[in-house]
């Protein structure tokens, strides 16, 4: 028993060493470089991560808090690592250069924030003329020596992620195809006053108009799957033509920045109905797109017909004070068509400056009114005063939730209305609003 014991004893040094002789040479030439990562809200750690050219990388990535992503868009990676967990992530470092990486999943206020670099040193190799061999120099890779023979790449990962839009589901009033997560129930309401800003002389006591009558409308958008969602939306307006419209919509996301297009797309088809969707039905159809242009600008383009925008005649004037024969001499078209254009430029990681304008053709919403010669003050006939939407603001982004400062030229927001001022305001006049978007679950 003793003997076995001393044998042991002195066998166990000898196997380990024979074991590990057998692991060196099972090992091949080059393993993997193994690189650990942590990342936490907000950063990567280490931040800068270098490696030589050629070799096989080995990324072992934890999350230390909350889910985040790693986009290394150099090397087309783009990776989720869930809360707490780990992800390794292998590659081989075949281009040599400067690579951003950054988080792909939103996490918070700081995510813009959660960038890094990979550095893809030269190869060095050291040759021996002696026994004519060459073996790669195992130094570290020259980080800080200026590689220029490959100009930086420099990732746009923070478009890569649904989440990660840097953008409002509305700039003012204009769509955007920002995506609907699924099963997630979204609240949106928008407020916007009658009377316009307007100097504080002119108006006695009320303070920027904001003592006048106001419109406040709100609605729900649930994800029905991460593509398709469903919109139900009430506008309280009433006014001639247009009262208490109740719209319902269905919205289909089909591209996104991320998946490598250079656009993101989305279609959306809805009704609306006046007297709480018991009359008067307007049908319309949308493309929202947009595309990001630097970091910081998001550009928006949502055109949209509106299939009869003026109902039968709805919006024409009405007999009474006026014949029939002078009514019937005026008309206003039937359909609209609408093309929006929108800009959201983000100052500061979660506020952006918000503008947009919406021209129109075919039937445009405003103020009929009647025309009358000056000396005479006989009826020449009517007038339809309408101005194209104009609106702009400041929006402000917190997690779920995201406020916005409107001033714009019209109080209608229902996707027909929107893109025409009621109150026909002129672009030098605005009527102060807020939008207010709350993801619910
Ligand atoms: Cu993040």
């Known amino acids: 028993m003793r003997a076995t014991t001393r044998h042991l004893a002195l066998f166990a040094p000898l196997a380990l060493l024979m074991l590990t002789t057998f692991a060196h040479a099972e090992t091949p030439a ?90 893809v040193g030269k190869e060095r190799l050291r040759i021996d003329t002696r026994t004519k061999t060459f073996a790669r120099v195992d130094t570290p890779a020259p980080a800080q020596a200026p590689q220029r023979s490959e100009p930086p790449v420099v990732a746009k990962a923070h478009d890569s992620n649904k989440a990660a839009e840097p953008y409002d589901y509305h700039i003012v009033n204009l769509p955007t195809p920002k995506q609907v997560p699924r099963h997630s129930l979204n ?25 006048s009558f106001s419109i406040s409308s709100f609605g729900v958008t649930y994800g029905i799957t991460d593509r398709l969602y469903a919109n139900v939306y009430r506008s309280p307006i009433c006014q001639p033509g247009l009262c208490k419209t109740i719209e319902l919509g ?49 550009l928006f383009f949502s055109p949209a017909v509106h299939i009869n925008a003026n109902g039968s005649g ?71 005063n309408s ?12 997690g779920r939730h995201v406020f916005s400062l409107t001033f714009s030229n019209t109080q209608a927001t229902t996707t027909s209305r929107y893109n025409s001022s009621n109150l026909a305001l002129p672009p030098s006049k605005f009527a102060i609003g807020f939008n207010l978007f709350r993801r619910l679950f």
């Open 387 to 398: 101005e194209a939407e104009i609106g702009f603001g400041i929006e402000k982004r917190i």
């Open 250 to 298: 269905l919205g289909y996301h089909w591209l996104s920045e991320a998946g490598r297009s250079p656009l993101a797309l989305s279609t959306y088809a809805s009704v609306e109905g006046e007297e709480n969707f018991s009359n008067r039905y307007t049908y319309n159809i949308q493309a929202m797109l947009a595309r990001s242009v630097t970091r910081y600008v998001n």
């Open 30 to 119: 080059s393993p993997a470089r193994e690189i650990h990562v942590t990342a936490r809200k907000f950063e990567f750690q280490p931040k800068t991560i270098t490696v030589r050219k050629g070799e096989a990388v080995r990324l072992v990535i934890t999350s230390e808090d909350v889910d985040h992503g790693f986009a290394l868009q150099g090397y087309h990676i783009e990776e989720k690592i869930k809360a707490k967990q780990t992800k390794v992530i292998e590659f081989t470092a075949d281009r040599e250069g400067k690579f951003a990486f950054a988080c792909s999943v939103y996490c918070g206020d700081g995510h813009d924030e959660m960038t890094g670099e990979l550095i």
């Open 187 to 211: 609240f949106y309401f928008t407020h916007r006053f009658a009377e316009p800003v307007r100097p504080l002389e002119d108006t006695g006591k009320d303070l920027f108009g904001l003592d």
């Open 314 to 384: 709805r919006f024409n004037p009405r007999p009474g004070f006026f014949t029939p024969e002078e009514v019937a001499a005026f008309r206003l078209g039937q359909h609209s068509g609408s093309f929006g254009f929108g800009v959201n430029g983000r100052i500061r990681p979660t506020v952006s400056l918000l503008f947009e304008y919406t021209p129109r053709v075919g039937f445009k919403l405003g103020q009929v009114l009647p025309v009358f010669d000056e000396e005479t003050g006989r009826f020449l006939g009517f007038k339809n």
